[in-house]
């Protein structure tokens, strides 16, 4: 079963709630990538979606405000990665079989970003608060570092238009946004990333993961070798199924 939710009033704040047939092996929430960008949306996920929901796995697929939605503001995307996980309390009200206790929230490229920002994030920098702790976080080809994103021309001048500055106009909100500086996160991290990832850089989950280790942080980086930046959104890669199996031994 396939039903489309909105967790707030803009036409961005939706998701798609994919229901497995019998019992449920868990809940994933997946935030999908394409440097935080229109029109690049959650129909990338479309395959894996069913991919994991003939596995078991009931799926919540987020959209969110993205850069390009006309009217938004820098704290828009921050605020919707909250809200819609936060929205799976509502539907379990509809659908009882969701599995809160064991949620997994997962993002590929921009969509690892917010998933490990939203671990993580600062209560000071928006007012929506994570009701639902995460039992772990997982991580595809995610960016983790806005600064060097920005140092990088990583997606052009994608991070310049999410926080809407560049950091030498506001260090202080590339900081708040910024994974790698909101280090240490307290739950349990998998990161997968390509060695031939050709469009977000493997030292940035390298960086990270090696920071996390300072911290004593429960964070693994499985790097694949020859994979490259789009297999996570294709059920049939090695990469994918290197996350399936990882997924399947936490469930």
């Known amino acids: 079963m396939v039903i489309e939710s909105s967790y707030g009033p803009d036409p961005s704040q939706r998701g798609i709630l994919y229901l497995p047939h019998g019992g449920s092996r868990g809940t994933v929430c997946l935030f999908h990538g394409g440097f935080w960008k229109m029109p690049y949306d959650l129909h990338q996920f479309d395959r894996v979606c069913e991919a994991l929901m003939l596995r078991g796995y009931m799926v919540w697929n987020i959209e969110y405000r993205r850069t390009g939605v006309p009217g938004r503001e820098w704290t828009d995307t921050f605020e919707d990665a909250v809200m819609s996980v936060n929205h799976l309390k509502e539907l379990k009200k509809q659908f009882s079989g969701i599995d809160l206790k064991n949620l997994t929230v997962m993002g590929h490229s921009a969509g690892g970003h917010l998933a490990l920002w939203l671990g993580n994030h600062p209560e000071t920098m928006i007012e929506t608060k994570l009701e639902i702790r995460p039992a772990r976080i997982i991580g595809l080809s995610p960016?983790?570092?806005?600064?060097?994103?920005?140092?990088?021309?990583?997606?052009?001048?994608?991070?310049?238009?999410?926080?809407?500055?560049?950091?030498?106009?506001?260090?202080?909100?590339?900081?708040?946004?910024?994974?790698?500086?909101?280090?240490?996160?307290?739950?349990?991290?998998?990161?997968?990333?390509?060695?031939?990832?050709?469009?977000?850089?493997?030292?940035?989950?390298?960086?990270?993961?090696?920071?996390?280790?300072?911290?004593?942080?429960?964070?693994?980086?499985?790097?694949?070798?020859?994979?490259?930046?789009?297999?996570?959104?294709?059920?049939?890669?090695?990469?994918?199924r290197k996350v399936l199996d990882a997924l399947e031994l936490r469930h």
């Open 143 to 240: 960016i983790t570092d806005l600064m060097g994103c920005y140092e990088r021309e990583a997606g052009g001048n994608a991070v310049e238009e999410l926080l809407q500055c560049t950091p030498q106009e506001d260090r202080i909100k590339y900081e708040s946004a910024s994974p790698l500086e909101l280090l240490p996160l307290n739950i349990p991290t998998l990161i997968f990333h390509g060695d031939r990832d050709e469009y977000v850089p493997v030292e940035m989950s390298e960086g990270y993961a090696g920071r996390s280790k300072e911290f004593e942080g429960d964070c693994t980086l499985i790097t694949i070798n020859g994979g490259i930046h789009m297999d996570f959104i294709d059920p049939g890669t090695i990469s994918f």
